[in-house]
Structure formats: C-alpha cells, structure tokens
C-alpha cells in the first residue's frame, strides 16, 4: 500500500470567482492513492478512475474552451486556469458526475500546478 498523492488544481485569474461558486482550492483536489484517481471540483464536478484505466497523461497546450468544467460526448475540462494542463485518456471509459448527473469519461484536462508529477505518478 503507496502513500496518497496529492496534486492540487491551478487558479488564474479566476480564483476568487471559483472559490466563491465552491469550486475552489478549498473544496477541489486531484488525489491518486490505492490504483484510484479521484478528482473533484467542488459540487461541479467528481470522478474516481482505476489507475490501470488510464492508458495515456500527457502534458497539453493550446486554447482551451473555458475556466471551470465542461465537456461532452466523453472528453471533459475541469480546469481553474489555461496552463499547467494534462490530458488524461481512460480506456475502457468510465463515468463521472457533473453536478450530481452521471456523464461518460473518455478523456479528462485537468490544470495543476505540477502537472508533470501527476503525470509521473501514473507512470504514463
């Protein structure tokens, strides 16, 4: 049994605006600890992938379609800043909740401050 790992989510500009809506450093966090990840943004957003689910994290760049989270069809953004982003494939998919409603997870951005430790933990 591993010790949890801890990776926390980066803020922009919009920090306070997310903390206030309870989307915030307070109530967000990204944690891996017995083969699960477990990511949450406040009430907005929760998943708990299986570790040998994620077939590839990689660190991502380019425009991003907002602050927050939001998705479709599977792929997913839960980001509170448009830097320090890394994509995380999940095969066979799995289910996540936006805002209590269970939605499909193929692919999740997340923004964190040290996305490259992230990426390590997973060993991907």
Do not use: C
Request: no cysteine; glycine share 12%; proline share 6%.
């Amino acid at each position: 049994m591993t010790a949890p790992q801890s990776f926390r989510f980066s803020y922009g500009v919009f920090r306070l605006l997310l903390s206030i809506l309870g989307m915030g450093p307070a109530f967000s966090r990204v944690e891996l600890d017995n083969g699960t990840l477990r990511v949450r943004m406040g009430w907005a957003f929760r998943a708990s992938v299986p570790a040998q689910h994620v077939t590839a994290a990689q660190p991502r760049s380019g425009l991003v379609g907002g602050i927050g989270v939001h998705g479709w069809r599977g792929r997913w953004l839960v980001n509170g800043a448009t830097t320090g982003l890394v994509a995380i494939t999940v095969d066979p998919p799995g289910r996540a909740f936006m805002m209590g409603i269970p939605v499909k997870l193929r692919e999740l951005t997340l923004s964190l401050e040290d996305p490259d430790a992230l990426i390590a933990a997973l060993g991907r």
